[in-house]
């Protein structure tokens, strides 16, 4: 492995991290609502966050380009903000990324949620624990196994992206760069030699991110997606 | 029971699915409250509903002169900060603490100045201490049901609010639990409504008995004269009797005990119990016969004179309910409508009452 290759590497799991953290983060509210609501509106939430599972990641990156772009909303604004353009930027990763592995976070984590039922939350309820600190000390705890799936999916999920990157992100080192594209970079200039380090890598971490997430919590990914 | 401000006031009224429910409970505000009827019959609602974990529309709920909720005032308070314990069919411990971070859950959460029990001293009462660093799976059911009161009391409510808490256990769980719910009776002031369909649990442990059908109030009151009506519906006329709160005044030389009553006193077979303990006993209506006179060769030993204030069909044909008085303590008989015409037994007549068996229930 060359430098290149390194810095492949090291973006990838930064991405992974940032993204994972703030997938729980916006995860959690989401699927928290989702499996408590019984408004109408169920059903057209839990579609939308369930489209990256079924479009081209193509489709996907073709509308936030559209949308990050100097004449999409989301492009004016961070224009107009002084942030400048998302397209070809670490930032612009994260957010298509965000997006495009929602559904593994808030599918678990929602089934998590539901699966706790209503009866330990009213049980805190007459403990004199509030909505919030019911939340915070009975539901995330009881949770625990849907976040770790959560957390381990995200991840996982962000790492192994590759078209969504290629349309927003493109192929800039060490800002865009991530292994996934380096190992098509690889393939392309007929380099198999370093392509098999980094794919072989990826196979192995992915075989045992799994591996651990199944032995550790075998329930993990029962009805999570 | 005054309308003054220590008791228990709900009026519900509630319509849904084909259930109407439609409820005014005024209940004492200490002493133990029984809402008794079949399935169905609303119960667990009401007890939801005065807990405020179902919110029902136009409700007043007021406990210990504190409004929980009036909604022809705009007045709800949420469930978490009402001043009660409930304690559900099923124990729902939470999972992911030990037995102890389950106790304190909501005792931590009440303010310092408004806690009245050490974890230690409930654990004790309940006889859960030996547990404390238990995970809840490892608990048998009637431990867990233990540690669910426990906590519940914990939290120092004005109301305790239990809704079966014995129905999801077998019977020896069963009478593992009763003599801690009695101890939790005479040892704390502390107003505990108690939801059952099982006629024993009601008898053993009320002081006041609500009786509910399809939604309605049947009958209120204190438990012996509420159980002493003759006019109840077929439901629980089934299993009639009363229920007589006696105390232990000494024993015979031939080893019988005797049992005192506000009018008279009931042998028994010989009692371990301490001179002077109170002993409760429930006296079944089928073990109730009557004779005009008093038998001179029964082989009876609880022979009392009685004044028969009504008689009441039953759905079993053939038999009538006597409703007895002995000077002020109720009584019920169950005897044969031709017994009843031969012996023309008829409101006002005095007549002597046979007590075939007592049962003594703690």
Known sequence: ?225 | MEAHDAGIRARLRLQRDGFALEVDLALPGHGISALFGPSGSGKTTCLRAIAGLERVPGAYVAVGGEVWQDDAAGIFVPVHRRALGYVFQEASLFAHLDVRANLAFGRQRVPPGERRFELEAVAALLGIDHLLERRPDRLSGGERQRVAIARALLTSPRLLLMDEPLAALDHRRKQEILPYLERLHDELSMPILYVSHSPDEVARLADHLVLLDAGRVVASGPLGETLARADLPPTFADDAGVVLDTVLEGHAEDGLSRLAFADGVLHVGRRSEAIGSRLRCRIHARDVSLALSRPPDSSIVNLLPAVVTATVGTDRPGHVLVQLRMGGTPLLARITERSRRELDIAPGRTLWVQIKGVALLR
């Open chain 1, 1 to 225: 492995m060359d430098a290149a290759d390194l810095a492949a590497v090291w973006l990838t799991l930064k991405l992974a991290t940032v993204v994972t953290l703030l997938l729980l983060a916006l995860g959690t509210p989401v699927a928290w609502w989702l499996a408590r609501t019984r408004s109408r509106l169920k059903s057209a939430v839990m579609a939308v966050v369930a489209l990256p599972l079924v479009l081209p990641p193509t489709v996907i990156g073709f509308y936030l380009l559209l949308a990050m772009g100097p004449n999409g909303w989301l492009g004016k604004l961070t224009t107009a903000l002084g942030i400048g353009l998302l397209p070809f930027t670490f930032a612009g990763l994260v957010i298509a990324s965000v997006l495009y592995s929602m559904p593994f976070v808030v599918q678990p984590l929602q089934n998590a949620f539901a699966a706790i039922g209503e009866r330990p939350l009213e049980a805190a309820a007459t403990l004199r624990a509030s909505p919030w600190d019911t939340f915070w000390s009975v539901a995330v705890p009881l949770a625990r196994p849907g976040f770790l799936s959560a957390a381990v999916l995200g991840f996982a999920h962000t790492v192994g992206e590759f078209g969504v990157v290629l349309m927003i992100g493109g192929n800039i080192p060490a800002q865009t760069r991530v292994v996934s594209v380096q190992i098509y970079d690889h393939v392309e200039a007929l380099e198999y030699a370093q392509a098999h380090w980094l794919a072989a890598a990826m196979l192995a971490f992915s075989f045992v991110v799994l591996l651990v997430m199944y032995t550790l919590n075998p329930q993990a990914l029962k009805g999570g997606r």
